[in-house]
């Protein structure tokens, strides 16, 4: 039999870290990474032929678990009619019909790759349309790997971009403004010294990329306010928040309308799909229609619009709430188990989302989500994996449970949490 050891060791030879995209490596929590030889429902079986309990969920898009049978259907029967013409088909519309009939805010959709894709042509956009130059981000939010995005901040000058990254020219990320999440007040101050050159300010409106981390009561609400008011435009990444939060994302359930929404993960049922949308005004900029250029060779691929279709549909009859219900359950037992193990705790959740923070107290921002004890999450991790229990390989990143979940894999990974020793 071939194992995850052997596989690894051979990824390493050819593929930078062994692996296609960095957390997968588990450097983080110090194990070397599991190869998966398939999936079904809620659960990943491994080469070593180990079955696990998954709260990853390829990091958000199975809401609907591994192979469903009517998305696995409708991809591959779109499949033989031909994976990609380059040329409009009709399910490009009919997948921008669900998308716009489902999002609030969205008159018009255009269809990406990823969400990388996604929100680096949304920022284009916004700055295509409003002339200015400057972006403000938050702290602790993920928007992908475009350059503009990879900006943290420098110690002591919050408000300062230094690229977190080599190969992103520092001109670049002088462009980018941060503010802490969840702070109003600094994005105030941002807008009273750079309120002609800011195009948009971009947001995750429910923070999923530092744990899950909840907008705090007249958060976005502030920043539709402020970005209005200064003829910025609101970009809400709902990359993760997007058909999870509710049908319409986190938008609908907040009842907040941003200018521009950019979405994946969930929309493509697990192929490769990202979209941006928004006001007709500013989507009618984007290039054939307008001046603001943005194209995809794949994008609007026919067998990814099929799944993704497939995969709104079913959405759209799903039962969210009983799905909230269940996880909300479950972090309630989670953070009892936690209690009488005397380990210190804050479980921030929403919808099917969950993160357990190794910490006391609220987790509002990126400073308090850092205090959490990584290296206690490592050991929670590595023990649960053995257990059959598979979470994120990082401290700072969400669970998601999904509607293939069941009452037994909830029973498993209590159990499994039970038997930790942290
Ligand atoms: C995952 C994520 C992205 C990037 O999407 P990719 O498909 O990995 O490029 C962007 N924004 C948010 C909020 C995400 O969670």
Redesign the pocket.
């Known amino acids: 039999m071939i194992h995850s050891k052997q596989l690894f060791e051979r990824a390493k030879k050819v593929i930078p870290g062994g692996v296609n995209s960095p957390v997968r490596a588990c450097l983080s929590v110090g194990v070397d990474p599991l190869f998966i030889a398939s999936a079904k429902g809620a659960h990943l079986r491994t080469v070593d032929g180990a079955e696990l309990v998954d709260f990853v969920m390829s ?1 958000g898009p199975m809401l609907l678990g591994y192979v469903h049978p009517e998305i696995h259907e409708a991809a591959t029967q779109a499949a033989l009619r031909g994976t990609s013409f380059g040329a409009p088909c009709e399910a490009e519309i009919q997948m921008a019909e669900a998308v716009i009939d489902a999002v609030p805010s969205m008159d018009m959709v255009r269809m990406v790759n ?3 894709e996604a ?1 680096m042509s949304a920022l284009r956009l916004a700055r295509g349309f409003t002339g200015r130059s400057k972006v403000v981000k938050f702290e602790g939010n ?3 790997h475009a350059d503009s995005f990879l900006a943290s901040a420098g110690s002591g000058v919050a408000t300062l971009s230094i690229p977190g990254t080599p190969g992103v020219p520092a001109e670049t990320v002088a462009h980018t403004l941060l503010a802490p999440y969840n702070d109003l007040e600094a994005v105030k101050a941002l807008f009273a010294q750079h309120a002609q050159d800011i195009a948009a300010v971009i947001v ?1 409106p429910m923070a ?2 530092m744990g899950c981390v909840l907008p705090a009561e007249g958060f976005l609400e502030g920043l539709r306010q402020l970005t209005r008011a200064h003829g910025a435009l609101l970009i809400f ?1 709902e ?2 928040t997007g058909f999870r939060l509710s049908y319409g994302g986190a938008q609908k359930r907040f009842g907040i309308n941003p200018d521009l929404t950019t979405l ?2 969930i929309i493509g049922g697990g192929y490769p799909v ?1 979209a941006y949308g928004g006001r007709r005004e500013i989507m009618e900029r984007i290039a054939p229609c307008g001046d603001v250029y943005q194209a995809g060779t794949l994008s609007g691929n026919p067998v990814a619009m099929a799944a993704g279709l497939a995969t709104l549909k079913l959405l759209k009859a799903a039962d969210y709430q009983a799905l909230e219900d269940r996880t909300a359950r479950l972090t309630d037992d989670l953070s009892s188990i936690f209690q009488e193990k005397g380990v210190a705790t804050a479980i921030n959740h929403i919808a099917s989302i969950f993160t357990v923070f190794f910490k006391e107290g609220p987790v509002t921002d990126f400073e308090s989500a850092k205090a959490a004890d990584a290296g206690l999450y490592a050991t929670y991790y590595a023990q649960l994996r053995e257990l059959g229990v598979n979470l994120a390989p990082s401290a700072f990143e969400c669970a998601f449970t999904s509607f293939a979940h069941t009452e037994q894999d909830y029973d498993q990974f209590l159990s499994a949490v039970r038997k930790v020793k942290l």
């Open positions: 990091w990823s969400g990388t929100t993920y928007h992908g995750e999923g990329n990444d990359v993760i994946g993960k990202g």
